[in-house]
């Protein structure tokens, strides 16, 4: 008889502050245990003010992370002119809500 391993619970992490050239290693620091292992991940954007090319390219690389270990990534409560600004880097669908 063989058990199945539970799928790990999703986890959902609220962003405080800025994402941008200032503040991303320290956002970078809260970041990295979430992308040792677990579920699913979601980043709640409802609260963050700022977001410039540094902190796309934290999301991208997290992101990059999570995939290699199966672990999807979404992030809920961006603002919708992100998606806009940065299609022409190809990441727009970044900030598209995805039901997990």
């Known amino acids: 008889m063989t058990t199945k ?50 902190g796309l390219q934290l999301l991208a690389t997290l992101r990059r992370d999570l995939a290699a270990k199966g672990m999807p990534l979404a992030l809920v409560g961006a603002r919708a002119d992100w998606s806009k600004r940065f299609a022409v880097l190809g990441l727009a669908d970044l900030f598209e809500e995805k039901a997990q």
């Open 5 to 54: 391993k539970a799928a790990p619970a999703p986890r959902t992490l609220a962003l405080e502050g800025d994402l941008d050239v200032f503040s991303i290693h320290n956002q970078w620091e809260l970041l990295q245990p979430l992308a040792q292992g677990g579920g699913p991940l979601t980043l709640d954007f409802s609260v963050v003010a700022d977001l410039d090319l540094s």
